[in-house]
């Protein structure tokens, strides 16, 4: 090989380790890189994991939404249908909340009054508690609420008779401060306090079971029983011969919505309870509709 030859040679080993060296830091370069991208996914997802509250990554982990609703059927909120699936307005509601939360819903139907669905939650035996629930300040004490997802009336079923035995046309709070005219209410619910909240003056009655009440009703020992305008709508509806005997006012201005109730320290959870309502169009749910859509399970 000539000097010329020999100076190319070197020339091209000079260039080819500097491609080297360009090559490898490169490498090193883009080795750092991707690193640093993983590095921050990580970082990013464990942060997202902190955001996350901690009942509700409670809810996650297990893989299960807790649900409480009352072991009495409460049509058209939840009730079993004659295959005995589970349906009815509650049901739907924490359906959807499962599937948003990407997990399976387990009902819970352990407690037989609303009353009692109240003290479960606040026990923390249960998530939420979605089963036609009344908002009282005793209970508000224990629990959260969430907004409204329907509004009943409060409403009385009156005896005619009775009533046409009054002189005049009395007003309720007339009819009511009579202490002859007996009315009944349903006791470990929220009408037992509503009836007192409304009229002050009346001699209520207190009972476990409707029935007992209606047929108080109807042997003219009562002359009005207390209830919402979907449990009499309900009844007048399976038994519209019902309504010879019986008239029933509802109470336009005494509204009576129902809430979902959660533990008091789990407040990021109804939070978003809240904000799936207030956006879940086909959680706004109306009485009339309601009736309609289950009239074959009332």
């Known amino acids: 090989m000539g000097l010329k030859g020999l100076k190319i040679f070197l020339w091209v080993v000079v260039v080819n380790i500097f491609h080297y060296a360009l090559a490898t830091n490169h490498l090193q370069s883009l080795h750092e890189q991707d690193n640093l991208s993983l590095s921050n996914k990580m970082a990013i997802a464990t942060s997202g994991l902190r955001l ?34 589970l349906i009815g307005l509650d049901i739907e509601i924490a359906n959807e909340i499962a599937f948003q939360l990407g997990v399976k819903v387990k009902f819970d139907r352990s407690q037989p009054t609303f009353d009692d669905v109240v003290e479960y939650i606040a026990n923390g035996y249960a998530d939420l508690g ?8 005793q209970r508000a004490l224990k629990v959260l609420y969430s907004v409204p997802y329907i509004t009943l009336h409060k409403a009385f079923l009156i005896n005619r008779v009775r009533l046409a035995q009054q002189p005049g046309t009395p007003s309720l709070e007339e009819l009511f401060s009579k202490k002859e005219n007996l009315v009944g209410a349903l006791a470990t619910t929220s009408y037992a306090q509503f009836i007192h909240n409304s009229f002050p003056q009346a001699v209520v009655k207190l009972h476990t079971k409707w029935d007992d009440i209606q047929r ?10 207390f209830r919402d305008d979907c449990e009499l709508t309900k009844m007048l509806l399976k038994h519209p011969e ?42 706004h749910f109306k009485l009339n509709e309601s009736l309609k859509k289950y009239k074959e399970n009332l």
């Open 242 to 283: 019902l309504n010879f005997n019986f008239l029933t006012v509802i109470m336009k201005g005494e509204e009576d919505p129902i809430y979902i109730v959660a533990p008091l320290e789990n407040t990021s959870l109804i939070t978003w309870v809240n904000n799936l309502l207030n956006n879940t169009k086909k959680l």
């Open 130 to 137: 979605i089963s036609k629930l009344s908002y009282t300040p």
């Open 216 to 225: 108080e009703l109807s042997s003219g020992k009562y002359i009005a029983g």
């Open 52 to 85: 996350i509250p901690s009942e509700i990554k409670t809810i996650l982990d297990r893989g299960e939404l807790i649900v409480a609703l009352t072991s009495v059927d409460y049509s058209p909120f939840h009730m079993l249908d004659k295959e005995g699936n």
